[in-house]
């Protein structure tokens, strides 16, 4: 098992930038696919972006294509994503989750053990 905290949420307006950290531990980093997950107030959580633990291959939800960036640094056990051109439809808890030897495919929840406590992201109108 791993243990994930996330950082870097908050209170932005639209068409600002935020990055997200989710810093892990407790075992070999670098044998974990990595992927973003949010759940907007009302809303199912949903897959935002997802980073493969040995190609680096990414792949995103089609609303954050373009705006959204993940990417991730081993020898610091973190994994990141960078927010660009917010939208208030952005809003919404942001977790990491990790599994190990993960593919590419692997962009629903279930397929996690392992999850962040998450962090929260505002974006304004």
């Known amino acids: 098992q791993v243990q994930l905290v996330e950082s870097g949420g908050g209170l932005v307006q639209a068409g600002d930038s935020l990055r997200l950290s989710c810093v892990a531990s407790?075992?070999?980093?670098?044998?974990?696919?990595m992927a973003w997950f949010r759940q907007a107030p009302g809303k199912e959580r949903e897959f935002v972006a997802i980073?493969?633990?040995?190609?680096?291959?990414?792949n995103y939800e089609d609303s954050v294509k373009g705006r959204f960036t993940i990417s991730r640094d081993n020898a610091k056990n973190t994994v990141y994503l960078q927010m660009n051109s917010l939208k208030p439809e952005d809003t919404a808890v942001y977790y990491c989750?990790?599994?190990?030897?993960?593919?590419?495919?692997?962009?629903?929840?279930?397929?996690?053990?392992?999850w962040g406590q998450g962090t929260q992201v505002t974006v304004s109108s």
């Open positions: 989750a990790a599994r190990e030897y993960g593919s590419i495919g692997n962009t629903k929840g279930g397929q996690y053990r392992d």
């Open positions: 407790g075992r070999t980093f670098s044998t974990y696919t």
């Open positions: 980073i493969r633990w040995n190609s680096g291959v990414t």
